[in-house]
Nanobody, 120 residues
Framework: QVQLVESGGGLVQPGGSLRLSCTASGNIYYINNAGWYRQAPGKERELVASINRGGSTNYGDSVKGRFTISRDAAKNMVFLQMSRMNPEDTAVYYC??????????????WGQGTLVTVSS
């Protein structure tokens, strides 16, 4: 009913930047909360950044000051701008959204993930 698709992952050099995009489609009245999570090998999935409907943001400690989450509500898109990246940012990044459909139901939806590798 609702799908999230991430794009923009790939290889980036240390100190470089990368921009991830998440596009939601399906029966969407609006997106309430949205966020980016990541999971590195051998580690638990962790919050990278989140944004609520009002635009309030929250960031994981390791990315504060380096990453920025934003949204385009009209396009049902969420973005993650990553700057000053380091090898510890290497992970599979997942988009997550709490979607309200046309019937007022709240759905928690995850994307398939996109791999980000920070390496020279």
């Amino acid at each position: 009913q609702v799908q999230l698709v991430e794009s923009g992952g790939g290889l980036v050099q240390p100190g470089g930047s990368l921009r991830l995009s998440c596009t939601a489609s399906g029966n969407i009245y609006y997106i309430n909360n949205a966020g980016w999570y990541r999971q590195a090998p051998g580690k638990e999935r962790e919050l990278v950044a989140s944004i609520n409907r009002g635009g309030s943001t929250n960031y994981g400690d390791s990315v504060k000051g380096r990453f920025t989450i934003s949204r385009d509500a009209a396009k049902n898109m969420v973005f993650l701008q990553m700057s000053r990246m380091n090898p510890e940012d290497t992970a599979v990044y997942y988009c997550n959204a709490e979607v309200v459909n046309s019937r007022g139901r709240y759905l928690d939806v995850w994307g398939q993930g996109t791999l980000v590798t920070v390496s020279s």
